[in-house]
């Protein structure tokens, strides 16, 4: 009784040393380490910024539009996961399993959009319309530099000049520290929701998910939230700073 | 009616929880989505130029902080737990700017 009151607390008011739950602080010690992971991963991304010799570069890979519905979905998936956390503070079981199901499929969405990303960027093809480039100066200054380097290739007599050059870890500076990050981030994703499928399976067990052990979900949302507050940053940092033009 | 059951379950939560309301953390993903609609409603305004770091900084920082206030809960919960958390972020930064500065990021 008195553990499953200190859990409905946030695991205060423990019989511990601090009195506080110690799996609760070990968690909280956890991802104050994992900011550090974090920031250097990032602070390596800003590093080598601009530094790339050959392309592909953030402008001719991200799409803005694209990457803003994955981050609103991961936001969304927070949302859902402290509801899934109060459903099972009031004694709802089958509220918690259905906010947690949903936080579960959202970041499992979000995953989808990150694999999506990572194959078009690999397959990332230039694509050049010669006529237009021939006829209309304008359309050259519309170019990204990347795609510049090869109007050269529109020689008389081609139309169309399409070849592939995709962005791989291997590719470029850019390359090698946007997937490192990327896809530490969504490591992180895939662990989550990991946990938050086995929170949902063992719901269903005799003592598996109950109000008295809110704490084991407190567990997974921190550790879920901590990845959402990770791509706040990374959305602003490597995307909306990566192809902003006057940057 | 709706207003009784939304009485009720701040009541019930607050009770048992001590934890913000479901319409709480409503408003929360509300207020989430709109600064991430101001975020790249603002990218696309190229005059900003190099103004647009300042403000992407503040409005991702906001964002950040509404999530590990109210949906982590540091508001609500004991003071060590923040510690630790911005105390790794305390790190984090300096780590991030000593690698910046050591790179000549700066310069």
């Known amino acids: 009784m008195a553990h499953a009151e200190a859990a409905a607390h946030g695991g205060e008011h423990e019989e511990?040393?601090?009195?506080?739950?110690?799996?609760?602080?070990?968690?909280?010690?956890?991802?104050g380490s994992d900011c550090m992971f974090f920031g250097s991963l990032i602070a390596t991304y800003v590093v080598y910024f601009g530094r790339s010799k050959v392309g592909p570069f953030p402008e001719d890979v991200f799409s803005i539009p694209t990457t803003s519905v994955s981050t609103f979905v991961l936001l969304m998936s927070s949302m859902s996961m402290v509801l899934a956390y109060a459903a099972l503070n009031r004694g709802s079981i089958k509220g918690f399993r259905i906010w947690i199901a949903s936080t579960a499929i959202m970041g499992m969405t979000f995953l989808a959009f990150q694999v999506f990303e990572f194959t078009d960027f690999a397959n990332h093809e230039v694509h050049l319309d010669c006529v237009e480039?021939?006829?209309?100066?304008?359309?050259?200054?519309?170019?990204?530099?990347?795609?510049?380097?090869?109007?050269?290739?529109?020689?008389?007599?081609?139309?169309?000049?399409?070849?592939?050059?995709?962005?791989?870890?291997?590719?470029?500076?850019?390359?090698?520290?946007?997937?490192?990050?990327?896809?530490?981030?969504?490591?992180?994703?895939?662990?989550?929701?990991?946990?938050?499928?086995?929170?949902?399976?063992?719901?269903?067990?005799?003592?598996?998910?109950?109000?008295?052990?809110?704490?084991?979900?407190?567990?997974?949302?921190?550790?879920?939230?901590?990845?959402?507050?990770?791509?706040?940053?990374?959305?602003?940092?490597?995307?909306?700073?990566?192809?902003?033009?006057?940057? | 009616m709706a207003e009784q059951i939304q009485t009720e379950t701040q009541s019930d939560s607050s009770v048992h929880t001590g934890h913000p309301t479901p319409l709480t953390?409503?408003?929360?993903?509300?207020?989430?989505?709109?600064?991430?609609?101001?975020?790249?409603?603002?990218?696309?305004i190229e005059d900003l130029g190099l103004g647009i770091i300042p403000i992407l900084v503040v409005l991702s920082t906001a964002k950040f902080a509404m999530v590990a206030m109210f949906?982590?809960?540091?508001?609500?919960?004991?003071?060590?737990?923040?510690?630790?958390?911005?105390?790794?972020?305390?790190?984090?930064?300096?780590?991030?700017?000593?690698?910046?500065?050591?790179?000549?990021?700066?310069?």
């Open chain 2, 25 to 44: 953390y409503f408003k929360v993903a509300m207020t989430l989505s709109v600064i991430t609609a101001i975020e790249v409603g603002i990218f696309y």
């Open chain 1, 16 to 31: 511990t040393s601090t009195g506080l739950n110690h799996r609760k602080l070990l968690m909280w010690a956890f991802l």
């Open chain 1, 133 to 247: 480039i021939r006829t209309n100066e304008a359309a050259i200054e519309e170019l990204t530099d990347y795609e510049k380097t090869f109007v050269d290739e529109c020689v008389e007599g081609v139309d169309e000049f399409e070849e592939q050059h995709g962005l791989t870890p291997r590719t470029n500076l850019f390359g090698t520290t946007f997937f490192t990050l990327t896809g530490f981030h969504g490591a992180h994703v895939t662990l989550g929701v990991i946990w938050l499928l086995s929170l949902l399976f063992f719901s269903f067990t005799r003592g598996g998910v109950t109000p008295a052990r809110s704490l084991d979900v407190d567990l997974a949302a921190l550790y879920w939230h901590f990845v959402d507050v990770v791509w706040i940053v990374i959305f602003t940092v490597v995307y909306l700073f990566g192809v902003f033009p006057g940057i």
């Open chain 2, 71 to 107: 949906y982590m809960h540091l508001r609500y919960d004991a003071k060590l737990f923040t510690g630790f958390f911005v105390g790794g972020l305390v790190l984090a930064l300096s780590i991030g700017l000593s690698v910046l500065a050591l790179f000549k990021f700066f310069a």
